[in-house]
């Protein structure tokens, strides 16, 4: 095939998808895809996938607050503790069902949105940056000193929950767990996306000064995405400590934070399908280039590179006019 | 009682008194003028009237109520819309969803109806097109609403900036230079535009200018200040005849205009 004949194949496919009846086929056909994957793969398969949807989440979370908001935040993993260790203490401590922790869950990572966010939305984003950073670092820190938390070496022997009898213990379940998570976390994103507060958000994020005197409460929006960003790492990180059943503070380093942010800023900040296949790549790459041990994060830094150099927008190309 | 009355206004920087002891007011339904040699404060005075600046100390009262203390966005809820010297487009959004932004003070959905597409919601969201896309077409930019506002012509930008503030449902729409960077039929559009406005909308209109053909042509009060002091006020005829007007002028780079 010619190389002209090529791009217009491209051009047709992105044609194509600009219509809202195909871009629902193709939705449907890889949900249908997702959904049945489990009966053909191994554990080892399953395993990677499950840590891709819940990247995904984490992912699409972060995107609220970076990618809707414009606002750099270098501690999400904070949020993501919250929610693992709400969940992980109220169920290995206190013996509360967990299907009960989740809402203490979403609570508790809703308040340390607001905690941080609160006094500090007010800074332009360099400075909210290096306090999310530092915020990401305290929790972290809290969680190794603290004896609720179980210090250094965390929560251990945290229950599995059960759902309707079944208890959740496989890898198939999870996956399923993980997977309804995601579809519900774009879902989410999606409607905000189009909706008064979604549009508040890209007209702080284009011109704070022009949103403000267009009636746009800039702080109050700004604490909106912080908000909601933290209650998806909140329901994660709930999720989280049950399939993992044992938590430490190490999981939750500047690094996961970094690599989360990685994820939205590669597959193309605020764009839903963008960070999914970021959040995708992120957990893949590695795992298929296992062969190469440890050269393979090299080349993944350096394929990274190469990604930003040539597509700063990300993977997933920019919206036509 | 005046729409807007402000008094012994008082904004200093770092100690460098920039408006000295202001007072002027704009009654309901007139257009009233701001002029002034460069730098003589107007853009200062804007600031202070819409919250961006704080001044150390005065009285601003609009429709009744101090707005002094006031942040720049329950200003605008409270009635009064601006627009910006050098355009403050949403750049990379669609017209229309420019002129969306001024219906956002008048809405209230929240996250729950966002996600839930709850009836209020879709009512609202209707409200919402259904307003910007009036607005838009009373600027005569309805056929361009899909387009991106940073791909339109100079002209047409402000008209998006204009229909934006008018979006808000403004009382008083406060303009920032609106004639800048205008060509002559453009400023007559302009002129009618905004006589347009206050015939079939009601708007108060205050505006800050250095074509002092177009101020004169369309104001009925103008207040001209110069080092953030009011030197003189009155109708056109009486403004270009004061000597002290004509003092602050001499010299400046405006002289051609006043001609």
Not at chain 1, 246 to 269: D, H, R
Not at chain 1, 315 to 321: D, G, N, V
Not at chain 2, 142 to 159: I, T, V
Not at chain 2, 230 to 241: M, R
Request: aromatic share 10%.
């Amino acid at each position: 095939m010619s190389p002209s004949a090529d791009t217009s194949v491209v051009t047709d496919g992105i044609n194509w998808l600009q219509h809202q009846r195909n871009r629902m086929i193709v939705l449907m056909v890889m949900a249908a895809v997702a959904m049945v994957i489990p009966l053909v793969a191994n554990n080892y398969m399953l395993e990677v996938l499950t840590n891709a949807w819940f990247y995904t989440i984490l992912c699409l979370g972060l995107n609220i607050v970076v990618g809707y908001a414009g606002l750099l935040d270098l501690g999400y993993a904070a949020f993501f503790a919250v929610g693992a260790y709400t969940t992980g203490i109220l169920t290995s401590q206190f013996g509360i069902n967990f299907w009960l922790t989740i809402p203490a869950a979403v609570l508790c990572s809703m308040l340390a949105g607001i905690i941080i966010g609160g006094p500090t939305l007010r800074l332009r984003s360099d400075y909210l940056a290096i306090v999310t950073l530092g915020f990401g670092e305290i929790v972290r820190i809290i969680a190794r000193n603290l004896e609720i938390t179980g210090g250094a070496s965390g929560l251990i022997g945290i229950d599995r929950p059960s759902f309707f009898g079944i208890e959740l213990s496989q890898g198939i379940h999870f996956y399923y767990v993980f997977l309804l998570l995601a579809i519900f976390a774009c879902f989410v994103s999606y409607r905000l996306q189009n909706s008064r507060l979604g549009r508040a958000w890209q007209y702080v994020r284009e011109d704070e000064d022009a949103a403000e005197a267009m009636g746009i409460n800039r702080v109050g929006v700004k604490l909106y995405a912080y908000v909601i960003g933290a209650m998806f790492g909140g329901v994660a990180g709930s999720f989280f400590a049950v399939k993992m059943t044992a938590i430490s503070p190490e999981t939750f380093t500047f690094a996961q934070s970094v690599l989360i942010l990685l994820g939205v800023v590669l597959g193309g900040m605020g764009k839903i399908p963008g960070v999914i296949v970021g959040a995708f790549a992120l957990v893949l790459f590695p795992e298929i280039f296992r062969g190469l041990g440890s050269m393979r994060m090299l080349i993944f830094a350096i394929v990274m590179l190469i990604i930003m150099l040539y597509r700063p927008e990300g993977i997933w190309p920019r919206k036509q006019s | 009682m005046a729409l807007l009355e402000v008094q012994n206004l008082v904004l200093s920087f770092a100690g460098l008194e920039v408006i000295r002891e202001l007072g002027f007011s704009v009654e309901q339904g007139t257009i009233a003028s701001l002029i002034g040699p460069n730098g003589a404060g107007k853009t200062s005075v804007f600031n202070c009237l819409t919250g961006f600046y704080r001044p150390d100390s005065g009285r601003i009262h609009f429709n009744d109520h101090s707005i002094l203390r006031l942040k720049p966005h329950k200003i605008t809820q409270a009635g009064m819309a601006r627009t910006f010297q050098n355009l403050r487009l949403f750049k990379s959004m669609t017209v229309l969803e420019n002129v969306m932004s001024g219906m956002h003070c008048r809405t209230s959905t929240g996250v729950l109806g966002s996600i839930f597409h709850t009836p209020s919601q879709q009512r609202e969201e209707e409200l919402i097109r259904r307003v910007s896309e009036e607005c838009l077409a009373f600027v005569g930019l309805l056929d361009k609403k899909d387009r991106h506002a940073g791909n339109l012509p100079y002209g047409d930008q402000r008209r998006v900036e204009w229909a934006r503030a008018l979006a808000t449902k403004p009382k008083l729409l406060l303009l920032d230079e609106p004639a800048a960077g205008l060509n002559h039929d453009e400023k007559q559009e302009l002129i009618e535009l905004i006589l347009h406005i206050r015939k079939e909308l009601g708007i108060t209109i205050l505006l800050i200018e250095h074509d002092m053909g177009l101020v004169m042509k369309v104001s009925e009060k103008i207040t001209v200040i110069d080092y953030g002091k009011k030197i003189a006020e009155g109708t056109a005829v009486e403004v270009q005849s004061n000597p002290k007007v004509i003092e602050a002028y001499l010299g400046s780079e405006d002289e051609e205009d006043l001609l």
